[in-house]
Nanobody, 117 residues
Framework: QVQLVESGGGLVQAGGSLRLSCAAS????????MGWYRQAPGKQRELVAE????????TYADSVKGRFTISRDNATNTVYLQMDSLKPEDTAVYYC??????????WGQGTQVTVSS
């Protein structure tokens, strides 16, 4: 079983920055990809960013390109999301996930990000 522990959420003014972290532990052999989804009130969950473990290829939602940066530390199975130039529409619960080579996707408990105008 894989456990994901998220940290770094909070309240920030528009234009500010936050850095989210997600550390994976437990029965992990190899990870294919790690990433972040978010869900705002009344909206569907959407992919924010993903990083492929081997090679580091990244994918971003159009709404965050140029403002968010995803990175990972393979040695510690940790994924980060640096969020700059935050906007009120970035307000959501952010969930990290891990896609292992064997087994299903694991999810974090979610961390609240609130951006005030």
């Amino acid at each position: 079983q894989v456990q994901l522990v998220e940290s770094g959420g909070g309240l920030v003014q528009a234009g500010g920055s936050l850095r989210l972290s997600c550390a994976a532990s437990g029965s992990i052999r190899r990870i294919n990809a790690m990433g972040w989804y978010r869900q705002a009130p009344g909206k569907q969950r959407e992919l924010v960013a993903e990083i492929i473990t081997s090679g580091g290829r990244t994918t971003y939602a159009d709404s965050v390109k140029g403002r968010f940066t995803i990175s990972r530390d393979n040695a510690t199975n940790t994924v980060y999301l640096q969020m700059d130039s935050l906007k009120p529409e970035d307000t959501a619960v952010y969930y990290c996930y891990v896609i292992p080579t064997v087994g299903g996707t694991s999810w974090g408990q979610g961390t609240q990000v609130t951006v005030s105008s």
